[in-house]
T-cell receptor
């Protein structure tokens, strides 16, 4: 489809495992964002890419979280040594330009850590 | 204190009612403002932008008061399909880009 695509849709992992979440932004979109949404809360910013450059990672909760976008298109959010508090929906959004503009969200990956 | 605050609700209203949601934000340098709608287990979707002059889109009216750092959304003639969580969103464009800051959302349930 033409929208932001995220995979997997659902992920269950045991505490301590590493996970990788994928985001395919809308083709040609320069900006890509990752957000974390806990149950009953609004999304919270994690990190931002402009093309392949990670310009802001101030929202990443710990050094166990790592994101990359090596070719300026697909992005991967990796969480190492997962903890139960990492359980959340991880949303990816993209926007066409680097400046202000509407962000288009994917369906998210629902991560459950047992 | 959260940067964007909303009453979580839920607001339970009958069909046809008018309902209003409010939101306050703490950063006076915020530059643009939005209301997003999020259905259960779905992604947030842009409902409308919010301008100082106020703007209307059908049954939805949004207002921004920069002096009070306050944003509102008014829904007239509520429909069952309006049931969702409404997220107040603030954009503080900085050198790092176009980061959106979300409120916790206000849940609306419209009943027959």
């Amino acid at each position: 489809g033409a929208g932001v695509s995220q995979s997997p849709r659902y992920k269950v992992a045991k505490r301590g495992q590493d996970v990788a979440l994928r985001c395919d932004p809308i083709s040609g979109h320069v900006s890509l964002f990752w957000y974390q949404q806990a149950l009953g809360q609004g999304p919270e910013f994690l990190t931002y890419f402009q093309n392949e450059a990670q310009l802001d990672k101030s929202g990443l909760p710990s050094d166990r979280f790592f994101a990359e976008r090596p070719e300026g298109s697909v992005s991967t959010l990796k969480i190492q040594r997962t903890q139960q508090e990492d359980s959340a929906v991880y949303l990816c959004a993209s926007s066409l330009a680097a400046g202000a503009g509407p962000q288009h969200f994917g369906d998210g990956t629902r991560l459950s850590i047992l | 204190r959260k940067e964007v605050e909303q009453d979580p609700g839920p607001f339970n209203v009958p069909e046809g009612a008018t309902v209003a949601f409010n939101c306050t934000y703490s950063n006076s340098a915020s530059q643009s403002f939005f209301w997003y709608r999020q259905d259960c287990r779905k992604e947030p979707k842009l409902l409308m932008s919010v301008y100082s002059s106020g703007n209307e889109d059908g049954r939805f009216t949004a207002q921004l008061n920069r002096a009070s750092q306050y944003i509102s959304l008014l829904i007239r003639d509520s429909k069952l399909s309006d049931s969702a969580t409404y997220l107040c969103v603030v954009n503080l464009f900085n050198n790092a880009g176009n980061m959106l800051t979300f409120g916790g959302g206000t849940r609306l349930m419209v009943k027959p």
